[in-house]
C-alpha cells in the first residue's frame, strides 16, 4: 500500500529550487510513434516545482559505466506544481531517450539539474502569440499553452504545428480540445504526407508564407515562438523576414545546439596567449590549458569529471565555483547574472586567461 502522506496547500511547502534534485518517476504516457512523456514527483514530500513554462532540465541518465546527461525542454505547466513531465521522443541514433523508453519504470529515481532557459513568453510578453512547431519542437509550446490556459485563458494564441504524419501529432487530442474551449485560441496543423487509411481535411506540405497566412492572418500583429528541427526554423525565419515582420518579436530554441569544435585563443592582459595551470579543488588534481581550449576539455585531459550536455553554454549542466583566477566566458544563456556575480562559471564555455583553480 503506497504510504499516506498529509494533505497540505502550496503556501505551506517547500519550492523545488535547487540545482540538483532527485524525482522520482509517477508515470509514462505514450504521445505518438517513438514519443513518450514521463511524469516525476519530487524525491521527498512536501517539495512543488517552481520554473517557468518552456525551460528545461538536465537528466543524468545511468546509461553505462559513466552516465549520460541530457537535456529535455519541460512540457508541464508549472501551473500544476506538484508533478513535472518531459515529453521526448526516441530518435534512430538515440543513447539516452532510448534507455528511458526501455529502462525507466514508475518508482525509479533519476537526477536532474536545472530548470533553465528563457524561451518563454514570461521573459518576453506580448499583447498576443503565435506558436509555431515541429515534431518534438511542440514541447515548449505545451507548456506555455497549458500554462495560459490555467492562469489566463483569454489570451489571444495562434498554435501551428507541422508533422510528418496524423498519427505523429504530439498532443493533438489536448489541443483540439482547447481550441473548442478557449475563446481566443486558434488551431492549424500542418503534415507533410498523409496515409491511404488516414482520414485528414486540413493542410498538407511543407510551412511557408501562404500557410502562415492562411492559419494566422495577423501574424504580423503578434509575437512568434518557433522550435523545431534548425531547417525548419529557417524556412519560419525567411518566411517572416520576407513579410515585414518585426523580428525583435521572433524567439526560438534551437534542439541541438552546436559546440565549437575549434580552441578559440584568448589573450592575456600583455596580449600574449600561453598555457594556464587549471587546478581542481575536489580531486585535488591540476591539469595544463592551451590556448584556445576551454576548462572543461582540461578537465577531461587532467581525468576530472565535470558533468556537461550541450558543451556550447546553453544548457547550464557544467556550472562550476571558479575559486580564483579569470576565465572568458561566452555563454549561450545556461548560467544567471546572479550566478556569475556568486563566482560560478561554465566550464564548457570558459578559456583561462590566467592560472586558476575551480571547485570540481
Given at each position: ?203 498538407k506540405g511543407f510551412i511557408d508564407k501562404a500557410k502562415l ?148
Open positions: 500500500m503506497a504510504p499516506i502522506h498529509p494533505y497540505k496547500h502550496v503556501d505551506e511547502m517547500r519550492p523545488w529550487s535547487d540545482r540538483t534534485h532527485l524525482l522520482e518517476l509517477v508515470a509514462w504516457t505514450p504521445e505518438a510513434p517513438d514519443v513518450m512523456t514521463f511524469t516525476f514527483k519530487p524525491e521527498n514530500p512536501g517539495h512543488w516545482f517552481r520554473y517557468l513554462p518552456g525551460q528545461f532540465v538536465t537528466l543524468e541518465l545511468p546509461v553505462g559505466p559513466e552516465p549520460v546527461l541530457r537535456t529535455y525542454t519541460l512540457s508541464s505547466s508549472p501551473s500544476r506544481p506538484y508533478t513535472v513531465s518531459v515529453t521526448v521522443k526516441a530518435q534512430k541514433n538515440s543513447i539516452g531517450t532510448r534507455w528511458m523508453f526501455d529502462n525507466l519504470k514508475p518508482g525509479m529515481k533519476i537526477r536532474a539539474i536545472g530548470p533553465l532557459g528563457d524561451f518563454s513568453y514570461v521573459k518576453h510578453p506580448g499583447e498576443k502569440y503565435l506558436f509555431i512547431s515541429a515534431g518534438s519542437g511542440i514541447t515548449p509550446m505545451m507548456s506555455m499553452t497549458r500554462d495560459m490556459a490555467d492562469r489566463t485563458p483569454d489570451t489571444d494564441v495562434s498554435f501551428i504545428h507541422c508533422a510528418r504524419t496524423p498519427d505523429d501529432i504530439i498532443c493533438r487530442w489536448e489541443l483540439e480540445y482547447l481550441a473548442r474551449h478557449l475563446p481566443h485560441f486558434q488551431l492549424g496543423f500542418i503534415v507533410e504526407q498523409v496515409g491511404r487509411s488516414q482520414l485528414w481535411a486540413g493542410l497566412s492562411l492559419l494566422a492572418p495577423d501574424f504580423l500583429e503578434r509575437t512568434v515562438f518557433c522550435c523545431g528541427p534548425e531547417a525548419f526554423m529557417a524556412t519560419v525565419r525567411e518566411s517572416l523576414k520576407s513579410a515585414g515582420f518585426d523580428m525583435s518579436r521572433y524567439h526560438e530554441e534551437a534542439f541541438q545546439p552546436v559546440a565549437s569544435e575549434l580552441p578559440v585563443v584568448v589573450a592575456n592582459a600583455d596580449g600574449e596567449a600561453k598555457a594556464h595551470k587549471v587546478s581542481f579543488s575536489m580531486s585535488g588534481k591540476d591539469g595544463k590549458c592551451e590556448p584556445g581550449f576551454t576548462v572543461l576539455q582540461t578537465a577531461r585531459a587532467s581525468g576530472v569529471r565535470i558533468g556537461a550536455a550541450c558543451e556550447s553554454g546553453l544548457c547550464g549542466t557544467c556550472r562550476v565555483m571558479l575559486l580564483s583566477g579569470e576565465v572568458d566566458m561566452a555563454h549561450n544563456g545556461g548560467i544567471l547574472d546572479e550566478e556569475i556575480e556568486e563566482g560560478y562559471i561554465l566550464a564548457c564555455c570558459s578559456r583561462p586567461k590566467t592560472d586558476v583553480e575551480v571547485e570540481a
